[in-house]
C-alpha cells in the first residue's frame, strides 16, 4: 500500500496570500495524484487531477506541480471560500490512498 | 452531470451488516466507462477506499485487503443503483460512508452518511 504524507498538518494564512501544500509519496507515483477540497459537513470535492489538470469549474487560483514521490498544491491568492481541508489521492497502484489532509485556516 | 443520491440506516448493532444503496441519475452503473465505489471518512482511518464494482464486458468487484473478507459490492441495473454490505461490523467501522464515482480519480461524491456502530 502505498502511503501519503502531507505537510503541514495545519497552515495558517491570511485571504490573499500564497498557500503551498504538500504531499509525499513512500513510491514514484509517476503524475498519478489527484487533490481535493472539503469543507465541514460536505463530501470532498476534485480539484485536480494528473497531479497538474484542474478538474471542471476549479478556478485558475488553483494549481498542481510535482511527479514521482512529491507534490504540490499551490492556490495562488487565497479566498475566504478556500478555507478548508486537502487531501491528496494516489491512483497509481491499489489500494487506492489518501493522505491525512492539510487544514487551511486564516 | 452524475448525481448520486445515498439511503441506508444510521445506526448498526456490532456484528450486524451494515447495508447503504447509492441510487445513481446522469449515468448508468452499467456504463462500459465509469466504476462505482465506496469510500469512508472517519478521524481515526481518514479517507479510506473501500471497494468498486464496474462493467466493461462482464461485471467486476474490487476491495481493499482491510475489508475484503466482510464487504460486497453490488450493481442494481433494475433500480440504477449499487450497494454496499459490510457484514460483523465492529465499533471502528463507524465512519461517514460516501458513495463515489471513478476509475482513477473520484470526480462525483454522493452526500455521505454518517454510520454509528454501537450497540
Known amino acids: 500500500e502505498i502511503m501519503m504524507t502531507q505537510s503541514p498538518a495545519t497552515l495558517s494564512v491570511s485571504p490573499g496570500e500564497r498557500a503551498t501544500l504538500s504531499c509525499r509519496t513512500s513510491?514514484?507515483?509517476?503524475?498519478?495524484l489527484a487533490w481535493y477540497q472539503q469543507k465541514p459537513g460536505q463530501a470532498p470535492r476534485l480539484l485536480i487531477y494528473?497531479?497538474?489538470t484542474r478538474a471542471t469549474g476549479i478556478p485558475a487560483r488553483f494549481s498542481g506541480s510535482g511527479s514521482g514521490t512529491e507534490f504540490t498544491l499551490t492556490i495562488s491568492s487565497l479566498q475566504s471560500e478556500d478555507f478548508a481541508v486537502y487531501y491528496c489521492?494516489?491512483?497509481?497502484?491499489?489500494?487506492?490512498?489518501f493522505g491525512q489532509g492539510t487544514k487551511v485556516e486564516i | 452531470q452524475v448525481q448520486l443520491q445515498q439511503s441506508g440506516p444510521g445506526l448498526v448493532k456490532p456484528s450486524q451488516t451494515l447495508s447503504l444503496i447509492c441510487a445513481i441519475s446522469?449515468?448508468?452503473?452499467?456504463?462500459?466507462?465509469?466504476?462505482w465505489n465506496w469510500i469512508r471518512q472517519s478521524p481515526s482511518r481518514g479517507l479510506e477506499w473501500l471497494g468498486r464494482?464496474?462493467?466493461?464486458?462482464?461485471?467486476?468487484?474490487e476491495y481493499a485487503p482491510s475489508v475484503k473478507s466482510r464487504l460486497t459490492i453490488n450493481p442494481d441495473t433494475a433500480n440504477n443503483q449499487f450497494s454496499l454490505q459490510l457484514d460483523s461490523v465492529v465499533p471502528e467501522d463507524t465512519a461517514v460512508y460516501f458513495c463515489?464515482?471513478?476509475?482513477?480519480?473520484?470526480?462525483?461524491w454522493g452526500q455521505g452518511t454518517l454510520v454509528i456502530v454501537s450497540s
Open positions: 489521492q494516489q491512483y497509481d497502484n491499489w489500494p487506492r490512498t
Open positions: 446522469g449515468d448508468s452503473v452499467s456504463s462500459k466507462s465509469a466504476a
Open positions: 494528473g497531479a497538474s
Open positions: 464494482t464496474f462493467y466493461r464486458s462482464k461485471w467486476s468487484k
Open positions: 513510491q514514484s507515483l509517476s503524475r498519478n
Open positions: 463515489v464515482s471513478g476509475n482513477y480519480w473520484f470526480d462525483y
